[in-house]
């Protein structure tokens, strides 16, 4: 005989408070169609809804680009999706764009949500591959090179918010970091390889800690004792690292891990030896009279582009470059402030 009994249906996690605290509690936020007046708030409050992403200096770089009609353009970070959304409406009708990203949770969500729009479908093309790998792609796509190349090298607010990708500090997950959590050494896993000297390297490199070796001891010391495997444990050494400090702050600790993390996660997925790669060969990826924007977020990489920017020019593979950085507006800044530090950069091929 068989039990027809009905199965009691699932309810939501509630959660604890008045508002909701963690990622997964957030489900309005999670789901901007169904709740526009909460997500509304969310961004109102100068945030960013959990799940989702503000593109930064959207005017800016559709500004130094200058899309058109019939364009083919190539987004080298998709994310979230909100760049490429405006650039496939700029080249509109007849323009393409190719949207690259190495994540493999966030590419299926953000093609669908693009596909949903109602742009020709010819007129997108979606790859999960490091921009590092660009002119292996064009060949295939657009061998005769393409007119816009857009790359904003922030991390996305969904990889950010999301807990169970490790890269932020502020709940407890596991110390992980990569771009795609299927391949490569987790930064937990780099810890066990790099020495004390590797580590005090790699932070006065990847983030111009002023006391790498300092922290790189701290650490190191705390992880042959017991393996940091967790975010909030890796956070935990550097605040007290910097507890006896004189003139120690809550900000000054809290910019510390800040930047303990950033060197670690640009380790972890090899972010400089990507970016490298990409200013290299940008140049022949390009139509002449093409176009370049760069976004960047912190000082290694803003340097990287500067420098071959401005070798380009003095070489003759660009006819013009940003004179200047571009810094987004202080309006921006108040109403998204995570991008406070970003850097906008660009370049036009000869």
Do not use: W
Not at 293 to 316: C, P, Q, Y
């Amino acid at each position: 005989m068989t039990d027809s009994t009905p199965e009691t249906p699932k309810r939501r996690a509630r959660y604890r408070g008045k508002y909701p605290r963690q990622f997964d509690e957030k489900y309005k936020e999670h789901q901007p169609d169904r709740y526009p007046d909460d997500v509304a708030k969310v961004i109102a409050g100068g945030k960013t809804p959990a799940g989702t992403h503000r593109p930064v200096m959207m005017a800016e770089i559709l500004r130094v680009l200058g899309p058109r009609a019939g364009d083919v353009a190539v987004d080298c970070t998709l994310g979230y999706g909100g760049h490429a959304r405006a650039l496939l409406a700029a080249v509109q009708p007849g323009g393409r764009l190719l949207g690259l990203d190495a994540d493999p949770i966030e590419l299926p969500k953000t093609e669908a949500r693009l596909r949903s729009l109602g742009f020709p479908p010819e007129s997108l093309v979606c790859r999960r591959m490091n921009f590092a790998a660009l002119p292996q792609v064009l060949a295939a796509e657009a061998p005769e090179g393409v007119d816009l190349v857009l790359a904003d090298l922030g991390l996305s607010s969904m990889q950010i918010d999301d807990p169970a990708r490790g890269f932020s500090f502020k709940v407890a997950s596991p110390l992980d970091m990569r771009m795609n959590p299927t391949r490569g050494r987790t930064a937990s896993a780099l810890l066990s390889e790099l020495g004390e000297s590797g580590l005090a390297q790699l932070l006065a490199e990847n983030s111009d800690e002023p006391c790498a070796r300092e922290v790189a001891s701290a650490i190191q010391r705390a992880h042959a004792r017991e393996p940091l495997v967790t975010t909030q444990a890796l956070a935990a050494v550097v605040y007290e690292t910097c507890a006896g400090r004189s003139g120690r702050s809550d900000s000054t600790a809290e910019d510390l891990v800040r930047r303990v993390f950033q060197a670690l996660r640009i380790a972890v997925n090899d972010e400089f030896g990507a970016l490298t790669a990409l200013l290299r060969a940008l140049p022949a990826c390009l139509r002449p009279g093409g176009r370049v924007a760069i976004l960047s977020f912190h000082s290694g990489e803003d340097r990287r582009v500067k420098t071959a920017f401005r070798d380009g020019l003095r070489d003759g593979r660009y006819v013009s470059i940003a004179e200047e950085v571009i810094r987004p507006s202080a309006e921006e800044k108040r109403d998204n402030p995570r991008s406070t530090s970003a850097k906008l950069r660009f370049a036009v091929r000869r």
